[in-house]
C-alpha cells in the first residue's frame, strides 16, 4: 500500500462517506486488469471481442442517456464566481458540498471502490502530476490503466507528497440482493465538480469517459489549468506532433483544436509528401514549460487515446486503427457478427448485418446509425506506429509551432500565421468551430471555444487570456513558438470541401516547418501572414487555380463583419479581459478598411 498518510486518511474517510463493500487498491499490472475485465464481463458490461480478430479487447455499451461530456452539469467551485469567469458554470464550494454529500453518502453500496494512483505525465518527469482516483466503476480502473500510468509505482513515485484527490461515483447504490445493470450511472444527478483552490475534484451520476476519467479533462485541463496559471505554465486542449524533413530536420508542432476537430488524425497523419515524416507525442492534451534554454517544451500528460472511433478507417487515421488492433476498449461502436467491432465510416461499404451500439439488430436499411456518433475507442498511446521516439521523455519536447483551428465553412483561409505572440494570442482567443457530438448539445452551430479550452478552462477565461500574453512577455520572442491558424473544413459555394484534408494536410504542415526555419514564403493581409503564391507546395495535388485563391482569400466584408462578432463577444468577459485583445481586434478592424 502507502505510507503517505494523507493520503490513507482520505482514502478511509471517503469509504466511510460512500461505505463500498470493500475496497481495492490497485497495482496496475496485467493480473489486475484481467481481473477487472472478467467482472465487467460477469455484469454485462463488457463483451470480450473475438480474440483472433482483436486479441484482448472489449466492447461495452452505455446507458443511452450517458453518451457524451455533460457541459451544463460541469462546475468549477472557486470561492469567488469571478474566479470561475462568464464561461464556467459556478457554484459556491460549500453549497456544492452540501448539495454533493448527501449525494455520496452510501452511494458505493454494493461496489467495489477502487484506488487508483495515476501519474499524469512519464513516472517522476519534473512536469508530471500524482492524482489518486477512487471509483465505484470497473469500466472506470479498466479505461485509467490504458489512459494514464497508474498502480503501485505511482504510489513509489508520490511517496508521503501532496496528490490531487479525485472522487468519482456512478450514484448507483445497490440494494441487497439487486441486481446491477450492464451501465449503471445516475442521469438525473450528474455533476463534474472542480474545486480550484483545494485542486479537488469531485464527479457524480456519469460514467461516460470525460466526465469520469477524471485524469483527463478534470485534471490534466481543469485544474492543471489553474496550477499552471500559479506556476508560469500551460496546460492545454493540444495534440503534440514531430515532423521531420526529407533532410532529417525535426520540429514540434502543437494544435489546439475543439473535440472531435481532428486532433487525433492530425497527430497521427501519414504525409502525402514524399521524405516527410509525422511522429506522435499526443493526440488531446499538452503540458508545456520553459526549459532553461528559453524555448517551450511539451509533454503529454496521457498514456492512451480516447479517440471518436466514427470516421475513423484505415483511410483516414491508419495509425489509429492499428494502435486499436489489441489491448483496447471500445465504447458505443456496433458489433459485428464476426465478434469485431464497426462504426460509421470505418470501411466504404456497410456490412450488411451487426448488433447496433444499443443493442439491437442493425441493417444499412435500420435509417439510424449503428455506433453512436461519439462513440470512442480507448487505446495504449505505445500501440500507436508513428508514436514518437522521445514521447515519454521526462523533459518534453521543445515546441516550434502552436496552430490553432476549427470547422468554419467559410471565411477562415486554410492557413494564417499571426504577425507575433500578441496576434497569436487574439487568434487563439477568437477560434470558433460548428459543435459535434463530443458534448451535448446542437451539432452543427458555430460557437466561440477559445483556444478550444471552452470547456476546459479551470478559471476566469478573461484571466486565461491574460496568463497567455503574460508567459509570451516574459520570454525571448526569438525563442517563442510561431503561431498560425489553420480551417480544413472551408467550402465552395455549393458546398464542398475546398481543401482534400488528411495526408494532404502534410503540405499545410510543411509551410509551417518552413516558415519556423525562416524559408517560408509568405504575403502580408489584414487578417496574418498565408503562404505566397507558389509557397504552399500543390504538386502533383488535383486542385485548381481558383480553388487556392479561394482557399485563401481574404473576404474584407465578411472579415468586418466577424470582427464585430468579436468586439460582442469580447465585451462578455468583463473588467478583467486584457485590453491588448482590443488593441489586437481595433488593428484587426484597421487593416481592413
Ligand atoms: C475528448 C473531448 O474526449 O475533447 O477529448 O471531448
Ligand atoms: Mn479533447
Known sequence: MTSNVRLKQWVKEMAELCEPDRVHWCDGSQAEYDQICSILIHNGTFRRLNPGLRPNSFLCESDPRDVARVEQSTFICSRQRDDAGVTNNWRDPDEMKATLIPLYRGCMRGRTMYVIPYSMGPLGSPISQIGVELTDSGYVAA????MTRMGKEVLDVLGDNPFIPC???VGKPLQPGEQDVPWPCNPENRYIVHFPEEKMIWSYGSGYGGNALLGKKCFALRIASVMARERGWLAEHMLILGLTSPEGEKKYITGAFPSACGKTNLAMLIPSMPGWKVETVGDDIAWMKFGEDGRLYAINPEFG??????????????????????????TNVALTPEGD????GMTPE???????WINEPWT?????PAAHPNARFTAPAGQCPTIDPAWEDPRGVPISAILFGGRRPSLIPLIHQSFNWQHGVFLGSVVSSERTAAADGTVGTVRRDPFAMLPFCGYNMADYFAHWLCVGNRQEAGKLPKIF??????????????WPGYGENSRVLKWVFERCSGAGQALTTPIGYVPAPGALDVQGLDIGEAELEELFRVDREGWLREAASIREYYATFGPRFPHQLFTELDALEGRLR
Not at 350 to 356: D, E, G, N, V
Open 143 to 146: 479505461n485509467m490503466r490504458i
Open 167 to 169: 472522487l468519482h461515483s
Open 305 to 330: 487515446f480516447f479517440g471518436v472511433a466514427p470516421g475513423t478507417s484505415m483511410h483516414s487515421n491508419r495509425n489509429a486503427m492499428l494502435s486499436m488492433r489489441e489491448n483496447s476498449i471500445f
Open 341 to 344: 467491432v464497426w462504426w460509421e
Open 350 to 356: 456497410k456490412p450488411p448485418r451487426l448488433t447496433s
Open 364 to 368: 444499412p436499411e435500420s435509417g439510424k
Open 485 to 498: 491558424y489553420v480551417n480544413w473544413f472551408r467550402k465552395d459555394a455549393a458546398g464542398r470541401f475546398l
